[in-house]
């Protein structure tokens, strides 16, 4: 029931051709085509690995800088050793948390685009 509105299924892909039945869209393009092409956002075909990257990287710097910070660089900033604890373990929280995301994308849009592989020789009439 709750995919009845995917992009390839049968209910939507009837559905589409019910609307363009007078028109020459579909001597053009497949109904598949069109849907995939109105489903789709560019995060389901493209992973933006560099900016999770780039966000790993400012949250361990910021890490790094937790650590190596000395008792009295922790005083002139007024972080007591808890708060610098509790910000170590945030961000080491936040690291993992982007890390599993990128990995659910990357298999979200691997799935995607075999899909879509799979359905390319339908794309056209």
């Known amino acids: 029931e709750g995919d009845e509105w995917f992009m390839g299924s049968k209910k939507l892909l009837e559905t589409l051709e019910s609307i363009h039945t007078r028109d ?9 085509l069109y849907a ?5 956002s560019l995060y ?13 990287g400012h949250i361990e710097s ?3 800088t ?10 002139q900033a007024r972080i007591s050793e808890n708060s610098r604890k509790a910000q ?4 080491a ?21 075999g899909t879509f592989t799979s359905w390319r020789d339908e794309f056209f009439p």
Do not use: N
């Open 24 to 32: 020459q869209t579909w001597g053009l393009i497949s109904t598949k």
């Open 36 to 40: 995939c092409f109105w489903s789709l």
């Open 44 to 56: 389901d075909i493209s992973v933006p690995r560099k900016q999770y990257d780039v966000e790993v």
């Open 62 to 64: 910021k890490v790094s």
């Open 66 to 75: 937790l650590k190596s910070m000395s008792s009295t660089e922790m005083a």
């Open 88 to 91: 170590i373990s945030s961000c």
């Open 93 to 113: 929280s936040l690291i993992k948390g982007l890390k599993a995301d990128v990995h659910v994308q990357h298999d979200h849009q691997k799935s995607v685009v």
